[in-house]
């Protein structure tokens, strides 16, 4: 028997590509797609579909979930903005009653991603939208919080930058190879699928294709995410700098992280440093030392690969994912197997593009 999940804020992009990951998934089906509106085929808003669903509003979602619940097992995306997911979230818990307790849900905004509505308004400038809510989310970066996240109930998945500069210097901190009082570099490139379903003005075709840019230089707000993870792998104050770029492609993101070492270390030594981290990790390639990671390979796929280098001291941490699979909708479904005791690579065995 396949597992239903349910899909809310159906319309977007990432609710899209969950859609499609779960079309082909050996233990799970879509059962359900909420909408604002509630009456829209699934299949007009994601052509790409083969799916016979009609959305539904709310209000009838957490009718069927309830009866999904009564025979057994069920999951549930939140596939919505920042500030919309935790009051949506709340209605439907709610109207579900205790049923909820044992509904597996991930959300994949950043609601429930920092520990405290505090850490919530220094990050994102505004108050929480539920501070008195149930914050209790775990956070869904497997590879590093795999034992509290096999069998959860409640799961933050991370942002797609914070994917990608967490799998870069985790392993540094969790070592203690990063110089005291460092301040990590990032530069970070992303592709337009991660300004979501909808243009905005600056991520537009015609002024975005071709060009390129660096935006949010006062601080991107997916830092906190990183000093939260930070603070627990390195006993040290650290900070953090990302500087974002558009790029002009639709899929992925490449992170450079430059990082002050602690001591003397050459990049075989380095290198082994993450490969250990990550050893028996199903998703994350770490290339011998001088290696350079290209987007197309990860493209397409759940998948993560990294170079590392060593120079005058500094260590060079090239990173590539695809922000809708291990930055989004992928990592979110790998989070959801966990919840559900599922071989985590479920429905997300594929090898990237190769050609974009
Ligand atoms: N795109 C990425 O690469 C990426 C990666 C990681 C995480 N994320 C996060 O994942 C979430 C979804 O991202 P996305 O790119 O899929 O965004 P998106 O394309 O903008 O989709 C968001 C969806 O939420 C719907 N929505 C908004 N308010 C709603 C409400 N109150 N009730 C029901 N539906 C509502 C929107 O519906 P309407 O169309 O009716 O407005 C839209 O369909 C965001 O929090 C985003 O930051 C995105």
Sequence with gaps: MKIPIWIVGAKGLL??????LLEDHPHYFL??????EGSEA???????????ITCVAVGQATAEIERDLASGPAGLFLALPHGEAAGVWKTMACELGSAAEELAVVDLSADFRLQSPEHYAAAYGREHPDPAGDLGF???????????LTGARRVAAPGCFATAMQLACIPAAAAGLIAPGA???FQGVTGS???GAVPGKGCHHPYRNGNFKAYSLAGHRHEAEVLQALAAYHGQELKVHLVPHSGPFARGIHM????????????EEATSVWSEFYA??????????????ELRWVVGSNRVSLGVHVRDSVCTVLLVLDNTLKGGAGQALQNMNLCHNLPETAGLARAGLGVL
Aim: glycine share 12%.
């Design 31 to 36: 059962a359900g797609a909420v909408t604002r």
């Design 183 to 185: 301040t990590l570099l």
């Design 193 to 195: 699928s991660g300004s």
């Design 256 to 267: 450079t992280l430059s990082l002050p070492l602690a001591g003397d270390l050459n990049a």
């Design 138 to 148: 775990v956070y869904g970066l497997p590879e590093l919080y795999r034992s509290e």
């Design 280 to 293: 028996g990790e199903p998703f994350i390639q770490v290339l011998p030392a001088g290696g350079s990671p």
């Design 42 to 52: 699934l299949i007009h808003e994601h052509p790409f579909l083969t799916s016979a």
């Design 15 to 20: 609710a899209g590509e969950l859609a499609r």
